[in-house]
């Protein structure tokens, strides 16, 4: 079945730098890569996602870069700001239409 | 339009006891998903329900737990006889569509933090 990988666990970045997350999978026949945002006490939330026939989506300071050949796929927030500090996680859906997540990315923007 | 509602948000069950954890979807959603989370994890899927259908429950466990989704009415996910590796918290995601191209996207609720003293 399918496996994710997520890295790095924590990360820390200052105040109006760029943050990159990265994710591995294993299934080369999954086609939709999600990411979501799940702040303190809260459910996650979509903050973008990508399908297998792009390359690149961007969304104002968040952009998820796709490469299929390698099997990975990575979170860009640029100018970050301390509203973006929250747990990060990736998402695969596999040929099933399960989504199978990273463990998670602690960001933590520091002021 | 409210989103995805999860009662309780807390929940304190003494082993052996039975915990219910409730899930009312999004307004027009009829498709609902119960995740689990332990600390420093991502989420794991347990069950896929329509209306009064189990679609997929292949990630919950086969003992002890069960889930529903009556016609009216909240999505249940009931826990028999907990023990204290059932603390967790549980989350309710909803969607409007089937799984497959365009049907991807959840919104979850804030989850049930399940407790097992």
């Known amino acids: 079945g399918e496996n994710v990988e997520q890295h790095p666990s924590t990360l820390s970045v200052q105040e109006g730098d760029s943050a990159v997350i990265k994710c591995t999978y294993s299934?080369?026949?999954?086609?939709?890569f999600p990411w979501y945002k799940q702040e303190l006490g809260k459910g996650p939330q979509l903050i973008i996602d990508?399908?297998?026939n792009v390359g690149e989506k961007k969304d104002q300071r968040i952009a998820v870069t796709l490469n299929k050949t390698a099997k990975h796929f990575s979170l860009h927030i640029t100018e970050t700001q301390p509203e973006d500090s929250a747990v990060y996680f990736c998402?695969?859906?596999?040929?099933?239409?399960?989504?199978?997540w990273g463990a998670g990315t602690k960001l933590i923007i520091k002021p | 339009n409210a989103g995805v509602m999860q009662n309780p948000r807390h929940l304190v069950r003494r082993r052996g006891q039975e915990a219910r954890l409730r899930c009312s979807p999004m307004?027009?959603?009829?498709?609902v998903y119960w995740y689990r989370q332990l600390p420093e994890e991502g989420l794991k899927f347990m069950v896929y329900?329509?209306?009064?259908?189990?679609?997929?429950e292949s990630g919950m466990p086969k003992e002890r737990f069960s889930a529903e989704f009556p016609k009216e009415g909240p999505s249940i996910l009931r826990i028999q006889q907990v023990v204290r590796g059932d603390s967790a918290a549980y989350f309710c995601?909803?969607?409007?569509?089937?799984?497959?191209?365009?049907?991807?996207?959840?919104?979850f609720g804030s989850g049930t933090q399940l407790s097992v003293l």
């Open positions: 329900l329509q209306k009064e259908n189990i679609i997929d």
């Open positions: 990508i399908r297998s």
């Open positions: 307004k027009g959603h009829s498709h």
């Open positions: 299934d080369s026949a999954s086609n939709y």
């Open positions: 995601a909803s969607s409007p569509l089937t799984p497959g191209p365009g049907g991807e996207k959840l919104f």
């Open positions: 998402a695969v859906m596999d040929s099933n239409y399960q989504l199978i």
